[in-house]
């Protein structure tokens, strides 16, 4: 079983930055993607970004390309979300998501490919 938690979250204005971590334990993570999803407000949750636990590849969806920055780190395994130059439409709830490697990072990155999800963390960006 694998936990996860986010922390980080917070409200900003237009144009500033947060950054996102997410905490997992539990299962052999190293063959594992785990990525970060947001909930907008009266939206489905939707996919942000993923990488591969084992080798750090990436996968963005277009309208964060440029603006955010996925990482991971080991030894516990972490995996943030740099989120810089943040717009309106970027407020949510954020959910840190996990699932094993069975397909390219960007194949795995939607919200019924993954298979362990944290509670999340709203991020509010306005004036």
């Known amino acids: 079983q694998v936990r996860l938690v986010e922390s980080g979250g917070g409200s900003v204005q237009p144009g500033e930055s947060l950054r996102l971590s997410c905490a997992a334990s539990?299962?052999?993570?190293?063959?594992?993607?785990i990525g970060w999803f947001r909930r907008a407000p009266g939206s489905e949750r939707t996919p942000v970004s993923c990488?591969?636990?084992?080798?750090?590849?990436?996968y963005y969806e277009d309208y964060v390309k440029g603006r955010f920055i996925i990482s991971r780190g080991n030894a516990p395994v972490t995996v943030s979300l740099q989120m810089n130059n943040l717009k309106p439409e970027d407020t949510g709830v954020y959910y840190c998501?996990?699932?094993?490697?069975?397909?390219?990072?960007?194949?795995?990155?939607?919200?019924?490919?993954?298979?362990?999800w944290g509670k999340g963390t709203p991020v509010t960006v306005s004036q």
């Open positions: 998501a996990a699932a094993p490697l069975i397909s390219t990072v960007k194949n795995i990155c939607w919200e019924r490919g993954m298979d362990y």
């Open positions: 539990g299962g052999t993570l190293d063959h594992y993607v």
């Open positions: 990488i591969s636990i084992g080798d750090g590849s990436p």
